[in-house]
């Protein structure tokens, strides 16, 4: 069983940064990607970025791209099990709550979520 714990979510004025967090926690992590995905309200929610866990191949939405940046910590750190969303000129159209996914191996999506961490863009 994995469990995944976002955290970094704020209030910030447009133009400010922000890095998200996400800890997975389990026996034996080792997912084949880890994804942030977002969801405004009143929309669906909407991938942000991703990062294959093996080789570190990042993607990103159109929407995003030049602005964030998907990292994980080093396989050898005491958080090795840490993906980060580094988020930079923020705008209004950020605001949402934020998830971590990962994938597992096996599995043909993003099979884990955690419950979200909050990030709103004041105008």
């Known amino acids: 069983q994995v469990q995944l714990v976002e955290s970094g979510g704020d209030l910030v004025q447009a133009g400010d940064s922000l890095r998200l967090s996400c800890v997975a926690s389990?026996?034996?992590?080792?997912?084949?990607?880890m994804g942030w995905f977002r969801q405004a309200p009143g929309k669906e929610r909407e991938f942000v970025a991703s990062?294959?866990?093996?080789?570190?191949?990042?993607?990103?939405?159109?929407s995003v791209r030049g602005r964030f940046a998907i990292s994980r910590a080093l396989p050898r750190a005491p958080a090795r099990n840490t993906v980060y969303l580094q988020m930079n000129n923020l705008k209004f159209e950020d605001t949402a709550v934020y998830f971590c996914?990962?994938?597992?191996?096996?599995?043909?999506?993003?099979?884990?979520w955690g419950q979200g961490t909050s990030v709103t863009v004041a105008s």
């Open positions: 996914a990962a994938q597992t191996v096996g599995a043909d999506q993003y099979n884990y």
């Open positions: 389990g026996r034996t992590f080792s997912p084949v990607a």
């Open positions: 990062m294959r866990w093996s080789g570190g191949t990042t993607y990103y939405s159109d």
